[in-house]
C-alpha cells in the first residue's frame, strides 16, 4: 500500500519533469482542447530549423530562439535536478522497504 502511494505521488511529480522536458501526451479524444506547454525540445528544434534555413550568419530571430532555448535548458535542469535530488530519494526509499519476495535466492546451486 505505501509503494503504491509513493508511485502515484512519484508520478504527479514527474509530470512536471516530462513537460519541461519532452512535453505531456496529448489527449487524444475528439473534442479535446489542444494543449501545448512549450518544452526544451521544441525551443531547441526551432532555433535549428531558423538557424539551417539561413544562407547568411544567425540574425536577431534566431539569436533570440536560441536564447529562449537556453532558458528553457536551464530551468527544465534545475526542475529535473531538484526531482532527482528530492523526489527519487523518496521513491526509492519506499520501494526498498517493500518486500514484494518475486524471486527465490539462488545463490546455492541447484541440485538435481
Known amino acids: 500500500k505505501d509503494l503504491k502511494e509513493a508511485i502515484i505521488a512519484m508520478n504527479e511529480k514527474f509530470d512536471e519533469v516530462k513537460k519541461v522536458t519532452i512535453g505531456l501526451p496529448r489527449d487524444r479524444a475528439q473534442n479535446a482542447p489542444r494543449v501545448d506547454y512549450p ?6 528544434s526551432q532555433a535549428r530549423r531558423y538557424s539551417s534555413s539561413r544562407l547568411t550568419a544567425p540574425g536577431p530571430n534566431e539569436r533570440s530562439l536560441m536564447e529562449n532555448g537556453e532558458k528553457m535548458m536551464n ?6 535536478n531538484e526531482f532527482f535530488e528530492n523526489e527519487w530519494p523518496k521513491f526509492k ?12 535466492d539462488f545463490a546455492d546451486p541447484i541440485k538435481k
Open 39 to 44: 518544452n526544451a525540445n521544441q525551443w531547441i
Open 75 to 80: 530551468e527544465t535542469m534545475t526542475i529535473v
Open 93 to 104: 526509499t519506499a520501494y526498498e522497504r517493500t518486500d514484494m519476495g518475486f524471486f527465490k
